[in-house]
């Protein structure tokens, strides 16, 4: 499941003569070129000077909201930009989905509401709302709100596979109760009769988007009562088919349940909240917020280290977003080159992804990257980000389809996100520093690929892993199949997916998904903001975390429509978790160190000998893991 914002996105007529200007090449017919390449300037110089005009309210909204809001009230910027699409949702009742970052919630919710709009969510410095478009500049104008931007959206890490597969998996399901396949190939099913564990005394929690079907899955016997956290309860059935999961390898855990989706912060104090009013255990979760930071920790990841601080075990999915090793990344990140070439019409100053002594602006795109949405973050503390990266994705043709330009004059986020139309061919994406100083970058197209195309090369590396999953003490989960293989090509072209060994054990020649993310992970902030090497936030400052950690199973049965079988590493994050409940229940007094200790020392190594940025250690076994924590057999 995919849930993303609406961004900036403007196709200003920037013809093929235009870009062969910026390549060198001559063209044909100069005078068309020219007047071509001045109303292509004209367009991207009107949206380039929107930023240079910005109002002390407008410095405060994303430029999609600014953009929005000038192009329906001045016709002469319209009519100079005639395809432009900011790409905000305004619904018919003139209204927009933000966010809003304020220093007193309640007083801003209050405003928002005498405005005339509907509020969402609002604790802890934030406001989630539906917000009419007009209403935007008063909003943002007021002394405690410091930001107001498109709400940002989350995705879960579930795939859907081949529709015949999935038809023939929902006869099955529909015949007779659904046991995970990972029981078996985990052993959890071995396990609980050798050494007589089963999850008693144990509580594991899960968030993800809702739990639509349960009732219909407590009535068919596939899960037992559910402690759902009050309001809570979200919409979709991801959260159905994790629970049954768990349920089925560690069958007396007890079980919780929160929504991830009503937004970033509401995410941010669910985790708390499973812990503290939940009494959770083991919390478990398959989401991530786009604009979650690579390089610091920000509020679900700084939430995630309070609950481990309190001795919670955290699992979480690791992403589906490809891996270098497999050739499936979607994810560059690297030192910010200077690139002594100008992209046409745009100022400031290109990077160049070619390390070599040729220059190359961009990076192409595969044909499944069409309607994904791109990321780009720079080494800049969160909330605190005084140099200025600006994102562009252009066609083939050269015209700029898609942008993101956020002004960052020091107390903005480092971060842009556009979206790749979901129609043509022969996108790329470009990344260019307005102003400001040279930084560590990281672009990714979630879910997508960066490919050879004509002249282009292709420029990808590993370490996609992110955000809270990414966490210090979190368990980030990659995926390997256990059962049926994934069952359509990521791209095509692409080599058959593997299949799991289930009836079978895993063992060390199974293989995971190639969709399955990477790591490791780079950072160059402590959670406050201050930077982890004080004046070094390139390549060779910061950090590194080993992540993912571990690698459990995903291509399981559920009872659930829409997740049978249920592939992704949000099936192989609750498979952990239901693991490490079986653990606890073994040896109650177990510390959150052994359970990791016991958890990594006996998993099997599946990549290269000992640590590997795919899987982590290995995949996790229950029998295995319970022997390594000292549990005797009964």
Known sequence: MVRFSRVAAHAVPLTVGALLLTTGVSAAQPSTVDAAAARTEAGINALQGIKKSLTPAERKQSSQLVVEKRLRADRSLAAKLPDYRSGVGVSTAGTVSVDIAASRDQAVADAVKAAGGTVRYA????????????????????ADVAEVRPASQATTWSEQGNRDFREAAAVRAAAATQVSEGDKAHGADAARATYGVSGSGVKVCVLSDGVDSLAK????????????????????????????????LAPNAALGFATAFTSEASFAANIRALRTTGHCTIIVDDVSYFDESPFQDTQVAQAVNDVTAAGVLYFSSAGNSGNATDGTSGYYEGDFRASPSKISGITGTPHDFDPSSTTQNFDALSAGSLGKPVTLFWSDPWGKSANDYDLFILNSSGSVVASSENGQSGAQNPYEIASVPSTGSGYKVAVVKYSGADRFIALNVIRGRFVASGSLKAFSTNGVTNGHSAAANAFSVAAAPAGPAFGRPLETGDPANPAGPYPGLYRASSKWERFSSD????????????????????????????????????????????????????????????????????KPTATPAQI???????????????????????????????????????
């Open 123 to 142: 604790a802890g410095g934030a406001v989630r709302a539906d917000l009419p478009l007009g209403a935007v500049d008063g909003i943002a104008g007021r």
């Open 217 to 248: 899955s407590q009535s068919a016997g596939e899960l037992p009562t559910v402690d759902v956290l009050s309001g809570q309860k979200g919409s979709g059935d991801e959260g159905t088919a994790m629970l049954e999961i768990i349920h089925d």
């Open 519 to 586: 790591g490791k992970r780079h950072l160059f902030y402590n959670a406050d903001g201050s930077a982890i090497t004080p004046g070094n936030v390139s390549s060779t400052g910061g950090t590194t975390r080993n992540k993912p950690d571990i690698t459990a199973a995903d291509g399981v049965a559920t009872s659930v429509t829409g997740f049978q079988p249920f592939f992704g590493t949000s099936a192989a994050a609750p498979h952990a978790a239901a693991i490490a409940a079986l653990l606890l229940s073994g």
């Open 596 to 634: 990791r200790s016991a958890l990594v020392s006996s998993a099997i190594d599946l990549g290269a000998p000992g640590f590997d940025t795919v899987t982590g250690t290995g995949v996790i076994m229950a029998g295995p893991a319970l022997a390594a924590l000292g549990v005797q057999p009964k």
